[in-house]
């Protein structure tokens, strides 16, 4: 059974850097690809970044950086340079063949993590 868990949200300032964390089970994320969405309140999903099987990443910004550790079966995501309008919860999502959508389209997904970014 395919399951994600995400951590390593919460309270941050303004420019400030936090790193999430995925942790896999069920499967390996050297065979999925493996990427990250975030839902604001009253907003629509949004996806950020997706790593690929491979280890191709690709992301919509240069402020997040995602990678995987294999040996640890988890995938992060990097953020850096923080700003408020950042503040969601942030999904890390599967898929089993290429990515797509930044990681907003899935065939898993986990419980998410929330990310506040305010002074």
């Known amino acids: 059974q395919v399951q994600l868990v995400e951590s390593g949200g919460g309270l941050v300032q303004p420019g400030g850097s936090l790193r999430l964390s995925c942790a896999a089970s069920?499967?390996?994320?050297?065979?999925?690809?493996i990427g990250w969405l975030r839902q604001a309140p009253g907003k629509e999903r949004e996806g950020i970044s997706c790593?690929?099987?491979?280890g191709g990443g690709t992301t919509t910004a240069g402020r997040f950086t995602i990678s995987k550790n294999g040996a640890k079966n988890t995938v992060y995501l990097q953020i850096n340079n923080l700003k408020p309008e950042d503040t969601a919860v942030y999904y890390c999502?599967?898929?089993?063949?290429?990515?797509?959508?930044?990681?907003?389209?899935?065939?898993?997904r986990g419980r998410g993590t929330q990310v506040t970014v305010s002074s």
């Open positions: 069920g499967f390996s994320v050297n065979d999925y690809a």
């Open positions: 999502t599967a898929r089993k063949y290429a990515c797509l959508g930044y990681g907003s389209i899935y065939d898993s």
């Open positions: 790593i690929s099987s491979r």
